[in-house]
């Protein structure tokens, strides 16, 4: 039975998890907004092109080494290690050990970065082999500008889990929503002079407005460089990140397959792929990503205590919050596909044809999104136990499900196959790390299963409202011109949102109310 110290502890994590959420999730909102803008800026200027794929594997290169480097680490060992030393009986060792993690990480990825510089002309044969001799080459260019970027990302990386840790999430949330502004910046400013080559100094612009805005939060941490490599905490650290290493070394492996493969299928593949991922990891970062991350300290040290009840309860709270939110907006987005890609990318040099192929691949990556977002929270669960072998282990068991699918559909569906081979790989790992942890921790409770089987209820009954006005909009309205394009977004995603709410709060739904705080964050009063 639960006593009330852990039934009020519970509940302060929960508090926590809330705001924490909520300041996450509102520079998600301004960071998924500029990335809008992003999509609109690079399709106006560059269209679907070979060029733009040649830039996605630079930037794919570029991105998969931070996440082997620090991405991985800050999530299965970084943040777990720092927020046992965050404790109040632990602060003074939590600047010397922040300070030996700091200087461990950025030293490493200095190397990466040289290495990098000498070896992209492998690389870029080894991921986009697809694609012709004259987009490898401006491949390698733009990986060659891009490398010093990896640096960047990397100590703003580091100083990120440094303060969560400590539990600083406003200058870290504005720092990634900022980010997209460079390319924002650069890329019509640059254009005419460096062609594509503007999209590569965007991501150098980008990632120095990203570290700049993590500075001043440090204050007071006392934070140096430390050389202390026998340290027990970075031993610890270590440890906990060998298994996703592998992982991600893995992963690596899958990405760099995916990319080859959608290569052969044509030149405009990874074009289409890239903008359908944009908008589909819009309700992640915004939902998921931010839920599991402020979850991630509070887990850690309900599990440090041995307070298994708050650490349950904590979980539960942040899977309900994914799926209230995360169900509908998986729904909307597959109603919405065409109309929101068409308001987004179809002027300048993206055409009508490049809609409906950039749509019909976010339709099949959709398959995966409730999978990729509820398995979040659920890594992070494993994460904060000091276990990160078992979802590594998982991660593995699906990238093979996701090549027996792609290899099987890849002669039907092109490009397409990969995508829903994709989502194939979600549901897989989900699924099992649900399973895993029914099995080591009990089951969840707390109404998860409930929410689920409502919040799936609700949204087909928006999906189809929304599929209706959307037809009917058309129909009216056509597809020439900004008024009309906006309204026919605009106008089924309101009524649509507002009917979902509407009947959450007819089916007592407690997730309602955090609809309602979510508003009231997000909306100055």
């Known amino acids: 039975m639960n006593t009330a110290g852990e039934s009020d502890a519970a509940g302060v994590g929960q508090s926590s998890v809330r705001r924490s959420a909520a300041i996450l999730s509102l520079g998600n909102v301004l960071s998924r907004g500029l990335g809008m803008v992003r999509e609109i800026v690079i399709p106006h200027f560059y269209g679907a092109s070979g060029l733009v794929s040649a830039f996605a594997v630079a930037e794919f290169t570029v991105r998969t080494l931070y996440d082997l480097l620090v991405g991985g680490m800050l999530t299965a060992a970084l943040v777990p290690v720092l927020s046992d030393y965050a404790r109040p009986s632990r602060r003074r060792e939590f600047a010397e050990v922040a300070g030996t993690f700091f200087t461990a990480l950025t030293g490493l990825a200095a190397v990466v970065v040289l290495a990098l510089e000498l070896l992209a002309p492998q690389v870029v044969r080894l991921i986009g082999g697809g694609l012709s001799a004259e987009h490898q080459a401006e491949a390698v260019t733009l990986m060659r500008l891009m490398a010093p970027a990896l640096w960047l990302f990397a100590a703003s990386g580091v100083l990120a889990g440094i303060l969560f840790a400590w539990r600083r999430f406003t200058l870290v949330a504005l720092g990634d929503a900022l980010y997209n502004l460079g390319i924002v910046i650069a890329v019509p400013l640059l254009y005419r002079h460096l062609d594509i080559r503007a999209l590569a100094v965007g991501v150098l612009l980008g990632s120095l407005i990203q570290l700049g805005l993590r500075l001043p939060d440090l204050r007071g941490l006392g934070l140096r460089l430390r050389r202390q490599w026998r340290h027990p905490a970075l031993r610890r650290m270590l440890v906990l990140y060998m298994p996703i290493l592998f992982s991600i070394a893995v992963g690596m492996v899958q990405g760099g397959i995916d990319r080859r493969l959608a290569s052969?299928?044509?030149?405009?593949?990874?074009?289409?792929?890239?903008?359908?991922?944009?908008?589909?990891?819009?309700?992640?970062?915004?939902?998921?990503?931010?839920?599991?991350?402020?979850?991630?300290?509070?887990?850690?040290?309900?599990?440090?205590?041995?307070?298994?009840?708050?650490?349950?309860?904590?979980?539960?709270?942040?899977?309900?919050?994914?799926?209230?939110?995360?169900?509908?907006?998986?729904?909307?987005?597959?109603?919405?596909?065409?109309?929101?890609?068409?308001?987004?990318?179809?002027?300048?040099?993206?055409?009508?044809?490049?809609?409906?192929?950039?749509?019909?691949?976010?339709?099949?990556?959709?398959?995966?999104?409730?999978?990729?977002?509820?398995?979040?929270?659920?890594?992070?669960?494993?994460?904060?136990?000091?276990?990160?072998?078992?979802?590594?282990?998982?991660?593995?068991?699906?990238?093979?499900?996701?090549?027996?699918?792609?290899?099987?559909?890849?002669?039907?569906?092109?490009?397409?196959?990969?995508?829903?081979?994709?989502?194939?790989?979600?549901?897989?790992?989900?699924?099992?790390?649900?399973?895993?942890?029914?099995?080591?921790?009990?089951?969840?409770?707390?109404?998860?299963?409930?929410?689920?089987?409502?919040?799936?209820?609700?949204?087909?009954?928006?999906?189809?409202?929304?599929?209706?006005?959307?037809?009917?909009?058309?129909?009216?309205?056509?597809?020439?011109?900004?008024?009309?394009?906006?309204?026919?977004?605009?106008?089924?995603?309101?009524?649509?949102?507002?009917?979902?709410?509407?009947?959450?709060?007819?089916?007592?739904?407690?997730?309602?109310?955090?609809?309602?705080?979510?508003?009231?964050?997000?909306?100055?009063?």
């Open 264 to 525: 052969g299928t044509g030149p405009n593949s990874l074009a289409y792929m890239r903008t359908a991922t944009t908008l589909y990891q819009l309700p992640h970062g915004l939902v998921a990503v931010a839920v599991a991350l402020a979850a991630l300290p509070t887990l850690s040290q309900w599990a440090a205590e041995g307070n298994w009840p708050a650490y349950r309860r904590t979980l539960a709270a942040g899977l309900r919050a994914v799926l209230v939110l995360c169900v509908p907006a998986t729904i909307g987005l597959w109603v919405l596909a065409e109309p929101i890609i068409r308001l987004l990318a179809e002027h300048g040099a993206f055409t009508a044809a490049d809609t409906a192929w950039a749509a019909a691949a976010l339709r099949f990556y959709l398959f995966g999104l409730v999978f990729a977002c509820v398995d979040w929270p659920l890594n992070f669960a494993f994460y904060a136990r000091g276990d990160s072998l078992t979802p590594a282990l998982v991660g593995v068991a699906s990238v093979f499900v996701y090549l027996a699918v792609a290899l099987a559909l890849l002669g039907s569906l092109g490009f397409l196959g990969l995508a829903l081979a994709d989502g194939a790989k979600h549901a897989a790992h989900a699924l099992v790390m649900l399973a895993l942890f029914h099995r080591r921790q009990g089951p969840l409770g707390e109404g998860v299963a409930r929410t689920a089987g409502l919040t799936l209820l609700a949204g087909l009954v928006m999906g189809a409202v929304v599929y209706g006005l959307t037809a009917l909009l058309l129909a009216q309205l056509g597809t020439a011109g900004l008024m009309p394009r906006l309204t026919v977004v605009l106008l089924p995603a309101v009524v649509g949102g507002l009917l979902y709410f509407g009947m959450l709060r007819q089916l007592r739904l407690p997730e309602a109310a955090l609809v309602v705080q979510l508003a009231r964050r997000f909306i100055p009063s």
